[in-house]
């Protein structure tokens, strides 16, 4: 919640900010999986080079881009690149010891990139040119509207203060 110090009133609404982000990614999960469409290859495709198999989570696809938009609007510009960074993890080393250190893997690019793609048709997403993506006005408001439902919905007598 903003305080405006030249009229001294509170803003009513809560943004992503004042939430924990897993139950903000929650809700926005559940929003999106309505407005976006799975591709057919996403349940046989791993979501990086350091996983032995496809993500078992019925609605991977949905929380994925709930995740995405919240990264977004929180460090945007963003590209492709740093979010496979970001959602990427560690490869084991050698198969037959075990002896040489896990290295670091990316994520799936084709997944982010395709999720961001669908997440610009909608109009939450704009690209921002040689910069990577952005949030869009609509898709600030798809959080901070969800921001603000759920914190009406969680009981946790730290977050009373926004609500």
């Not at 999960?29 to 080079?49: F, I, T």
């Not at 793609?117 to 704009?126: A, F, I, K, N, Y």
């Amino acid at each position: 919640m903003l305080l405006n110090a030249a009229e001294g009133n509170v803003s009513p609404m809560a943004t992503m900010y004042d939430v924990p982000a897993e139950a903000l990614i929650e809700a926005l999960a559940a929003d999106l999986e309505d407005r976006l469409d799975e591709p057919a290859w996403a349940e046989v495709a791993k979501s990086g080079v350091s996983r032995e198999l496809p993500p078992e989570q019925e609605d991977f696809w949905a929380v994925r881009a709930a995740s995405l938009l919240r990264k977004v609007a929180d460090e945007g510009p963003i590209g492709v690149g740093r979010l496979a960074t970001e959602y990427g993890g560690s490869k084991a080393g050698s198969n037959r010891y075990r002896v040489a250190p896990d290295r670091r893997a990316d994520g799936s690019r084709n997944v982010i990139r395709t999720i961001l793609q669908d997440l610009e048709e909608e109009g939450l997403v704009v690209t921002a040119e040689g910069e990577g993506r952005r949030i869009s006005p609509e898709g600030q408001a798809l959080l901070d509207e969800t921001a603000d439902e759920v914190i009406e919905e969680l009981d946790r007598p730290e977050l009373e203060r926004y609500a």
